[in-house]
């Protein structure tokens, strides 16, 4: 675990922004809600790195991070246009206006927290102005892009590769998907017996979307259904996104009427089947799923939503029908599918998002090499709205926050660089929370911070 002091900070007033800003010897996680001036924060974070003294730091050293392209853009254009009027202000003459004698107050602040001359601070403003476009100010997403085309070979991926939103990976998956159920269905087929036990208690339908969700790069297809009673990796992640789904709909649809308790019924079966891997028929819940259907015609319900229920409800129905010995079958029957599919996928010069999470963290936590001089060429890394970050993010995070002359391949057991990381975030916004966004790692995550 490590050793540098935690510093908890509420954006309460100009103390504790202060020390946001300009504190380095320690590592900061800072709490603040929306409307509190976060991204203003940042920005000011940004300059005092770049403008102090000892130690003023490249704008390419520093790794600032945020969670939608909107916000990353916002970020940059903020910093471009304060650097900017920061060169503008001529300490010699009288500011016109009450904006110009607020930032003249601000550049000679600086110049006396850090001992600068004017040109010396107009000098490390080009310097960042000019360089602006090569930093590492964006998305945890184009940041695992840069780090892969950094190191195709080391990350074996193709040096061109293209970024899918998964309009690709669905495309692919279809076309695949349905070549290969066809020669599974086929009577020479090896699996054919496998097939006429499960095509009686699973629809195919449901059978595709499990396979698609554990197609995804984030998941471990390593784990083993057989030998024992836990659910794999891969079909509790389709569990989960049910679930989210299931949540999504209950809080958009208060009411108590035969759709809602519907909902309501199969975010308890699946969330029973989680628990423990059956489910008993004669539930209450199981018996309202049997006999009720969805109304897409009831008031208040949009044609998405109607459809979406009804996917619900069809999936918790299927998995009544599901025991250990169903999963371990679909299990061995779709990881074959699915590992071949990655494998097609990448070689076709394709990578999701998800893939570029998981192939930038193995590249950081498998490659020492790498690692190392990634940890010397970003000596800080900032992120903003931090609860959206999933374990995945993290680990890339922590490796390479490391100790110098450190290569430990558990994120839980890296030892951080006092100082080197600053994030920002507020667990009750977490806006993906309902993909692979976790709380509760967020937590753990910032303890260790």
């Given at each position: ?88 202000i001529?300490?010699?003459?009288e ?18 927290v ?9 000098r ?6 000019r ?16 780090l ?49 036990k499960?095509?009686p ?25 057989d ?61 309202l ?10 008031q ?17 129905k ?37 893939g ?12 020492a090499?790498?690692?190392?001089a ?54 009750k ?21």
């Amino acid at each position: 675990m490590m050793s540098t002091s935690q510093a908890l900070t509420e954006l309460t007033d100009a103390v504790d922004r202060r020390t946001a800003v300009a504190t380095f010897d320690r590592n900061l996680v800072v709490t603040a809600g929306a409307g509190t001036g976060k991204t203003t924060l940042l920005i000011d974070r940004l300059v005092h790195l770049l403008l102090r003294n000892p130690e003023p730091l490249m704008i390419t050293e520093i790794a600032a991070l945020t969670f939608t392209n909107k916000a990353a853009d916002e970020l940059k254009l903020r910093l471009r246009e304060r650097l900017q009027a920061f060169l503008d202000i001529k300490l010699d003459r009288e500011p016109a206006t009450a904006a110009e004698e607020e930032l003249k107050g601000d550049v000679e602040a600086l110049i006396a927290v850090y001992q600068l001359s004017k040109d010396e601070l107009d000098r490390r403003i080009h310097d960042a102005l000019r360089n602006i476009e090569r930093s590492d100010i964006g998305t945890i997403h184009s940041f695992a892009a840069n780090l892969l085309r950094l190191y195709p070979l080391e990350a074996g991926v193709d040096p061109q590769f293209r970024e899918d939103d998964g309009a690709v990976f669905d495309r692919l998956f279809d076309d695949h998907w349905d070549r290969w159920l066809d020669q599974e269905l086929a009577l020479p087929s090896p699996n054919a017996e496998d097939w006429r036990k499960i095509l009686p208690r699973c629809r195919l339908d449901h059978i595709k979307a499990l396979g698609k969700s554990i197609a995804a790069e984030n998941v471990d297809l390593r784990q083993s259904a057989d030998g024992n009673k836990s659910i794999p990796a891969a079909l509790r992640a389709w569990l989960d996104r049910l679930d989210s789904k299931a949540t999504i709909l209950i809080d958009r649809h208060p009411e108590d009427r035969v759709n809602e308790k519907l909902i309501q019924a199969a975010r308890g079966a699946i969330s029973e089947f989680k628990k423990s891997g059956r489910l008993n028929p004669a539930t209450e819940e199981c018996v309202l799923l049997s006999e009720k259907t969805i109304n897409r015609n009831i008031q208040g319900w949009s044609p998405e939503d109607a459809t979406e229920a009804q996917e619900l409800v069809r999936a918790a129905k299927g998995l009544v029908k599901i025991d250990d010995e169903l999963t371990a079958t679909l299990w061995r029957l779709l990881v074959p599918y699915a590992q071949d599919f990655r494998e097609r996928f990448i070689r076709e010069g394709h990578i999701s998002f998800d893939g570029l999470l998981v192939r930038a963290r193995n590249l950081v936590r498998d490659q020492a090499s790498v690692r190392a001089a990634l940890k010397r060429r970003y000596r800080t890394i900032l992120i903003d709205e931090f609860q959206d970050t999933d374990p995945i993010q993290y680990e890339i995070l922590l490796y390479l926050a490391e100790q110098p002359g450190q290569s430990a391949t558990d994120w839980r057991k890296v030892n951080v660089v006092p100082g080197k990381i600053f994030v920002v975030g507020d667990p009750k916004q977490s806006i993906y929370a309902f993909r692979r966004a976790d709380i509760e790692a967020y937590l753990e995550v910032v303890e260790k911070i």
